[in-house]
């Protein structure tokens, strides 16, 4: 059975989130990171779509790219706790969803919200899925105030 559009997408947010922590863990080149995942670490025995790793790979290098316009709004949101004090995957959840609401008008700022989301009840703790929600929620108003 084909994978739908939206897995494959789900897939590649995954994969992006690998990639920040491998970046985050090992402070190297995220481009460098991506590419060590998906030659060396991607779990499937076929080699995932190219859609899927160009999505992947740009969502990270984006989100390392944006660091600098990103933490300061989460710093802002969360008041008095810094994304230095966030639980790593719960940071780079935020991060890596911000940068998406940021730059991709054409994904639904709640479609990327609910992705986040899946991505915390993955990765992190309900208790993490309740903070990014709220957070998230909190982030897109203010982006979509500025536009």
């Not at 997408?9 to 970046?23: F, M, N, P």
């Not at 984006?62 to 933490?71: G, H, K, R």
């Not at 710093?75 to 994304?83: N, V």
């Amino acid at each position: 059975m084909a994978r739908s559009r939206k897995d494959e997408r789900h897939r590649a947010r995954e994969a992006a989130l690998q990639i920040l922590y491998q970046w985050e863990i090992g402070k190297g080149d995220v481009s460098r990171v991506a590419e060590s995942f998906f030659r060396l670490q991607w779990p499937d025995a076929k080699a995932p779509p190219e859609t899927l790793r160009n999505f992947a790979s740009a969502l990270a290098t984006q989100t390392v790219t944006d660091l600098d316009a990103i933490d300061p709004m989460i710093a802002e949101t969360a008041e008095r706790w810094g994304p230095e004090r966030m639980a790593i995957l719960d940071r780079l959840i935020l991060r890596m969803a911000i940068c998406e609401l940021r730059r991709d008008r054409a994904t639904p700022p709640a479609v990327v919200i609910d992705e986040a989301l899946e991505l915390a009840r993955t990765f992190s703790t309900e208790e993490a899925v309740k903070f990014i929600n709220g957070m998230l929620d909190a982030i897109r108003r203010k982006i979509e105030a500025q536009i």
